[in-house]
């Protein structure tokens, strides 16, 4: 597997999604190899249907750039282990509230 995406529309509501509160959230984890001898790793990017700020790096919402507290140390780049540990988390949220939502609150899509 090489490239994949995890959506969470588990607050989604249309009407509110983009400065109501009630936004999609999904982030991007794209296969970076690893130069000769050292291990590749995932790009993680963050993305959300709110129209004010999103880190992409560390996924925190701001009001303006300056205001992501991570923003000097927030790095995109993941190790294989954390990119499953994300997997694992969604798919666990799936099971667990698969009863309450109607329609796909997680979903995950991959891609090469």
Not at 12 to 21: A, D, H, I, K, V
Not at 28 to 57: I, N
Not at 79 to 96: F, G, P, Q, Y
Request: proline share 4%; charged share 20%.
């Amino acid at each position: 597997m090489k490239n994949f995406t995890i959506f969470d529309n588990s607050k989604y509501q249309p009407g509110l999604c983009s400065n109501g509160g009630y936004y999609a959230f999904w982030q991007t984890y794209d296969w970076v190899a690893g130069e000769e001898g050292k291990p590749g790793h995932y790009d993680k990017q963050f993305y959300t249907t709110r129209t004010r700020g999103l880190c992409p790096s560390c996924g925190q919402l701001y009001q303006s750039p300056e205001d992501c507290e991570m923003h000097s140390t927030c790095t995109s780049q993941v190790t294989i282990e954390e990119a499953l540990s994300d997997l694992l988390t969604v798919v666990s949220r799936l099971k667990e509230r698969a009863a309450y939502f109607d329609g796909p609150a997680f979903r995950i899509t991959v891609s090469e």
